[in-house]
T-cell receptor, first 108, second 110 residues
């Protein structure tokens, strides 16, 4: 079955500390993976996708097909990074499968 | 800049009422989606549409229907609202494999 798992519902770190939001997926084909972010009182928006291999707002994510993971990382968390983060898997066709989300809280 | 708008930010309805949630996108996208967003469950797909008058059930279509009479507009209908349909509803349109979301409608069914 196609699935996206985000094991942490809540992640709390101090400002300046490294942060890693975990995402594992289950899919037998060639996946396309995304991270979406929702800041307080804002709409859900794309943060980054594995195909572009870019860094957005200091965040990076590497697709590890062997471990079927797409963890989101940032070396130094900022307070403005506090938000809800969703990992998403596009398997072709019309559907995108979203994980349950991880709420990141960056403490001053 | 893609714009997806939803008709209401907050809505309060009574059990048994018929509820219409409207979504409009201005970028001529063919694919549009309705999700509900619940804590701990993430986004779950209710229905999607890949063209005018074309629709497909998502993962949780029970109790919902949709209408796509014009390309830019995708409506979600709750035929007879129930308390377990209290949720945040997100509309999205898609370009390539990237989804563009509306601001959401928080629906409370009393």
């Amino acid at each position: 079955a196609q699935r996206v798992t985000q094991p942490e519902k809540l992640l709390s770190v101090f400002k300046g500390a490294p942060v890693e939001l975990k995402c594992n997926y289950s899919y037998s084909g060639s996946p396309e993976l995304f991270w979406y972010v929702q800041y307080s009182r804002q709409r859900l928006q794309l943060l980054l996708r594995h195909i572009s291999r870019e860094s957005i707002k200091g965040f990076t994510a590497d697709l590890n097909k062997g471990e079927t993971s797409f963890h989101l990382k940032k070396p130094f968390a900022q307070e403005e990074d506090s938000a809800m983060y969703y990992c998403a898997l596009h398997t072709g066709g019309f559907k995108t499968i979203f994980g349950a989300g991880t709420r990141l809280f960056v403490k001053a | 800049d893609v714009k997806v708008t939803q008709s209401s930010r907050y809505l309060v309805k009574r059990t048994g009422e018929k509820v219409f949630l409207e979504c409009v996108q201005d970028m001529d996208h063919e694919n549009m989606f309705w999700y509900r967003q619940d804590p701990g469950l993430g986004l779950r797909l209710i229905y999607f549409s890949y063209d005018v008058k074309m629709k497909e059930k998502g993962d949780i279509p029970e109790g919902y229907s949709v209408s796509r009479e014009k390309k830019e507009r995708f409506s979600l209908i709750l035929e007879s609202a129930s308390t377990n349909q209290t949720s945040m509803y997100l509309c999205a349109s898609r370009e390539g494999n990237e989804q563009f979301f509306g601001p959401g409608t928080r629906l409370t069914v009393l």
